[in-house]
């Protein structure tokens, strides 16, 4: 016997939790072989002194239905040293999707996630209809990560209904298909079934989208056909518009949790968003008060603030404005000219004066940055680097004796990849931290494939190694490496993933644990058909191996595509 991949002299963080050892690991048949001193020869050998081998990062919540098509990659999450991911979430899916109803799709992707239509129509070779073909699809094209992927109920509702979907309630025929549906998406190995409540998710015109015309009497019915196969995890985006809505929701959830038994899980947030938030201990308190009662439930959190990202290359807070939209659509050497103009600056600081008030309407990433309200400069921030600790711009303005539009536009002139970073929720780290420690919470929810210009939140796994490890010492990196690998197979229920183990996949990372961080995000235009997005990578990850391959060596795509379909507990297939 001989093995493909020999890594020696490995600091082994087996995602277990458990402390650190050393030993060499041996990689066969994209699993991994051989734990401990290993004499076996092999094809391959990996000198890994000094360097911490942990299993891949597992993010379930993405949004890379779209791009899975055009980014074999799987970037930017493949950056930050994930290896799984989760698609589908939120109701959002391509599939099932009537072939006339593809561009319609496609433009209410765009309205709620920031996903470019023309990217999607010149990205997409759409060889689907139905959810099985749609997984067939990804099981075919070249990739470098592990997807997994739910039914989407607005896709699904949409589907069935027609037009219907986006304004009347299911009729008796209507869930019956619905639910035959979600029972084939499972046999076919879909993860299970998402939904969204939330008042961010809305079509192009303005109106909710179709999940959210469904009352809970079909989700009931639907999560109820996923129980009869003691099969599929529930995945909701709550209603957060105030605390009341709020806590209506949670209350309804844990009825549906309680009668199906399912798995369930929903973005827990903090918020000052919203009409009288509820304070983040309300949720997790009700994840505790629902377990006890015999619910499965998570709460999904990031590792720190959502946020709304600003710069001269994407959106900034004025871009509305009627001098400066039309200086905005300019080609960036044309603007920066017309910025440093005096006359045409007085006139573009005066007009801030006539932004949207602020509001306590819940905004996401998306409405923040193409729907701005009057910014908060407290609660803005220039980035200097990926610590955390930079200055606000109205600190900025106070100190430059500026006005604070002012700051952004000198900000940006002297460095046009300049970032601002407007905090949505999660503003207060301490309160991040509350929640990430809570042992029925998730550290997930990067929302990679989505907001593609508005957020960038890929980077939260190696911001949990730098900040919350490193900087803060709040974990150890055991703990860290446990939440962001063996918690996350558990809870998806991903068999052979998440522990370094022999007959596990060999999903792999060796990384140095003192130079682990994300590096600063840019704004890039390598979309299909031009269009621009965020990009974000990371330095201090040596390798990262998935299904026994290397994939990155030191961030460098080594052109490997070993990346599988992640299937749940209810496939009837075969290969
Ligand atoms: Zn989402």
């Known amino acids: 016997m001989s093995l493909d991949i020999l890594i020696r002299n490995a600091t082994v963080v087996d995602g277990s939790g458990g402390p650190r050892y050393r ?120 990739k470098g990560i592990n997807y997994g992927a739910y039914l989407g109920h607005s896709a699904l509702r949409m589907y069935t209904m027609g037009e219907r979907a986006l304004s009347e309630k299911a009729t008796e025929d209507d869930l019956k298909r619905m639910g035959r549906s979600v029972a084939e998406a499972l046999e076919a190995g879909a993860l299970g079934f998402s939904s969204s409540h939330a008042t961010t998710h809305i079509t192009p015109d303005g109106s909710p989208v179709a999940s959210r015309i469904g009352d809970w009497d079909e989700l009931s019915y639907i999560i109820g056909e996923m129980a009869k196969k003691n099969a599929g995890i529930f995945q909701v985006g709550p209603d957060m518009s105030g605390g009341e809505a709020h806590r209506t929701f949670l209350a309804r959830l844990r009825e549906v949790a309680l009668k199906t038994g399912r798995p369930i899980m929903f973005s827990a947030l903090s918020t000052r968003q919203g009409d009288k938030p509820n304070h983040w201990q ?14 499965r439930m998570y709460g999904q959190v990031t590792t720190r603030s959502i946020n709304a990202i600003f710069s001269l290359k994407s959106y900034l807070p004025f871009d509305v404005l009627p001098s400066w939209a039309p200086l905005r659509a300019l080609p960036l050497e044309e603007q920066k000219r017309a910025l440093s103009d005096p006359s045409v600056r007085r006139q573009l600081i005066a007009e801030e004066a006539q932004m949207k008030p602020r509001d306590n309407v819940m905004q996401g990433g998306g409405a923040a940055t193409t ?16 610590r955390w600790d930079d200055p606000t711009i109205a600190e900025l303005a106070r100190d430059r004796k500026q006005n604070p539009v002012e700051v952004m536009i000198d900000l940006s002139l002297e460095n046009e990849d300049q970032i601002y970073v407007q905090p949505l929720v999660n503003e207060a780290p301490d309160e991040v931290l509350g929640l990430i420690r809570h042992p029925r919470t998730l550290a997930t929810f990067s929302d990679s494939g989505a907001h593609v210009c508005q957020e960038m939140g890929s980077s939260l796994q190696t911001h949990m190694m730098s900040y919350w490890v490193r900087d803060r010492e709040a974990f150890s990196l055991e703990e860290a490496v446990r ?6 197979a558990s809870a998806w229920e991903l068999p052979d993933r998440g522990l370094v183990r022999t007959g596990y996949k060999a999903d792999v990372l060796l990384f140095d644990e003192s130079a682990i961080r994300p590096k600063l995000p840019t704004v890039e235009t390598d979309l299909p058909g031009g269009s621009r997005r965020l990009v974000q990578k990371a330095e201090g990850i040596a390798y990262t191996i998935v299904n026994g391959e290397v994939t990155l060596r030191d961030g460098e795509a080594t052109g490997a595509n070993p990346g599988e379909v992640l299937r749940g507990a209810a496939w009837q297939g075969d290969s």
Not at 94 to 109: G, I, N, T
């Open 282 to 295: 309300y949720q997790t308190d009700y994840l505790d008060e629902v377990a006890q009662a015999g619910a």
């Open 23 to 142: 030993a060499d690991v041996g990689i066969q048949d994209s699993r991994i072989a051989e734990i401990g001193r290993i004499l076996t020869p092999a094809a391959t050998t990996i000198d890994a002194d000094g360097l911490i081998l942990s299993p891949g990062f597992i993010d379930g919540h993405t949004h890379m239905d779209a791009q899975v098509n055009w980014d074999p990659l799987g970037s930017c999450s493949c950056w930050h040293g994930v290896t799984s991911v989760v698609m589908g979430n939120c109701g959002f899916a391509l599939a099932p999707c009537a072939p006339e109803d593809q561009e319609w799709f496609a433009r209410c992707l765009e309205a709620v996630e920031d996903i470019p239509t023309e990217a999607m129509m010149a990205g997409i070779d759409w060889t689907w209809e139905t959810f099985p073909e749609y997984l067939a699809t990804v099981d075919r094209v070249p």
């Open 371 to 386: 729907d701005p309200r009057k910014p908060d400069y407290d609660n803005l921030f220039a980035m200097r680097d990926v």
């Open 483 to 488: 939440m962001l690998t063996f918690d996350n």
